[in-house]
């Protein structure tokens, strides 16, 4: 009930964070934010930059909460100087951004866009000016218009498409930049944007999710060579959205039913990405909804990586739903635990819980936990103040856990809070607000919240130490 949403998140709000200093990680641990293009940048009609498929959506009465969109969002396209300042002032070594596919190729076997790659040149030489590591994700969501006309991520062009593009990026960057993402969730690429219709380009059929989710993976095995041959000591990954799962109850049919789900939220991605192929229990469940796989795809999708990012939120309870589209499998709420005002659970320990099932599953290597974060109602105070300590006790508890799982021997070696900036929050607009920076949208206003400041108080004890 709300009411007791509202006794809980008291209860958050009355905690001390637990003891946790910079000094309990690894000195070259790796410390950042993450961002994306399409939600900070806006400039959407600048530098020759093309539609997206979100512009469109945006366009679509009611797929937007607020009615609005991200052509103008944080503004980050002119004031990213100041956006990075933020960072180097946090005390981040590394920072996480995507490059807007739109600003680079234009239209089908365009030529790369000169001032878009001058654009990101600037904001890559801006990030080593300050002492931050970029990582650049080469797909946050944002595919140029002109793909979609032609079928999209459902069409296998695509994969070969996007292989190119990070050709292109590799080629213009890699003498500067050193780590690779190549797409962000593609879960909610394929399930979100495809089968549930309430991310661009809002499509709802369960095949062309499956399909899509295929032509994205297979898009990353095409990239990884592309990029490896321009940028010889690249490291190269994948960031997933990944969830811990517990059936609902010991009876057969919900832990079955959780079985399932966990087959299409998390083994769907991770079993063919380390060389096991599509999990045969959900392939023989989809039927003919599951995608057309081609000889050679399965190979190139397992080639090898240099680490796997994990974006961590919440975990999920399942239960057996009969009828339920797709698996007969329902995500239910757990009683009496704090949640976000996305209504997210809060669990730290969800996240040692994920760590330690990805390495004993699949021993993937080095991982990064790409994102992190939580959406809480902030104010500002009227002494300019905003004190978000839920978000702040979110983020100790959840480094707190790290620690934990770290010292049980995992091999985690980095962390990017989710954001560095109150942006636009896809389906939300600007509703819901994650950043570590508060940003007021009609004057561009940058007030970094009590969360913010406390991340760089943590940051800088090492430093403060010498």
């Known amino acids: 009930s709300f009411q007791a949403h509202q006794k809980m998140t008291k209860k958050i709000h009355a905690t001390v964070p637990p003891a946790i200093a910079r000094s309990d990680f690894a000195r070259d641990f790796l410390w950042g934010c993450s961002t994306s293009s399409y939600q900070i940048e806006g400039g959407a009609a600048e530098g020759g930059r093309v539609e997206s498929i979100w512009d469109r959506f945006c366009e679509r009465p009611g797929a937007i909460r ?12 002119h004031r990213w100087p100041e956006d990075l300042d933020i960072g180097r002032d946090l005390g981040l070594n590394a920072y996480r951004f ?17 001032q878009g790659l001058a654009f990101y040149s600037r904001l890559v030489d801006g990030m080593l000016e300050r002492g931050l590591e970029p990582w650049l994700t ?8 002109y793909l979609q006309d032609q079928g999209g991520w459902n069409e296998r062009a695509t994969a070969y498409a996007f292989a190119d593009f990070a050709d292109a990026v590799s080629a213009h960057l890699g003498d500067r930049v050193k780590h690779w993402i190549t797409h962000n969730e ?16 809002g499509i709802q059929d369960f095949r062309t999710a499956l399909q899509v989710s295929h032509h994205v993976l297979l898009s990353h095995g095409l990239a990884l060579p592309a990029i490896r041959a321009n940028v010889p000591d690249a490291q190269v990954g994948i960031a997933l959205s990944l969830h811990p799962l517990t059936a609902a109850s010991g009876k057969p049919e919900d832990i079955a039913a959780c079985a399932r789900h966990d087959g299409l939220r998390n083994r769907w991605f991770l079993d063919p990405l380390h060389g096991r192929g599509y999990p045969a229990d959900i392939l023989d469940l989809c039927a003919a909804d599951a995608p057309v796989v081609l000889p050679g795809d399965l190979d ?9 990012g994990v974006n961590y939120y919440f975990p999920e309870i399942i239960e057996h739903a009969p009828g ?18 996305f209504g997210w659970e809060v669990s730290p320990e969800g996240l040692g819980a994920l760590i330690r099932r990805i390495e004993a599953d699949y021993d993937p290597g080095p991982i990064y936990i790409t994102e992190n974060g939580s959406t809480w109602e902030d104010t500002v105070g009227d002494d300019g103040e905003i004190d978000d300590r839920e978000r702040r006790d979110y983020l100790a508890s959840h480094l707190a856990a790290l620690r934990d799982t770290i010292a049980g021997g995992s ?16 389906a939300e607009g600007y509703l819901r607000r994650f950043g570590l920076t508060h940003v007021d949208f009609e004057t561009q206003q940058r007030r970094l919240k009590g969360s913010g400041k406390w991340y760089r108080a943590f940051l800088k004890q090492e430093e403060d130490a010498q």
């Open 300 to 308: 190139a999708i397992a080639a090898p990586t240099d680490f796997l």
């Open 66 to 77: 607020d009615g609005s969109s991200g052509a103008v969002a944080c503004d980050h396209y």
């Open 324 to 341: 339920a589209a797709p698996l007969e499998a329902r995500v239910v709420p757990r009683e009496g635990v704090p949640r976000t005002a």
């Open 186 to 201: 593609p879960w909610c690429t394929a399930i979100h944007g495809h089968f549930e219709g309430v991310h661009a380009p």
């Open 411 to 426: 091999r985690v070696k980095g962390y990017f809070a989710w954001s560095l900036l109150d942006n636009f929050e896809w």
């Open 138 to 145: 080469l797909y946050h969501w944002d595919l140029p218009q």
């Open 98 to 114: 995507s490059v807007a596919r739109p600003r680079i190729i234009k239209g089908p076997g365009a030529r790369p866009n000169p």
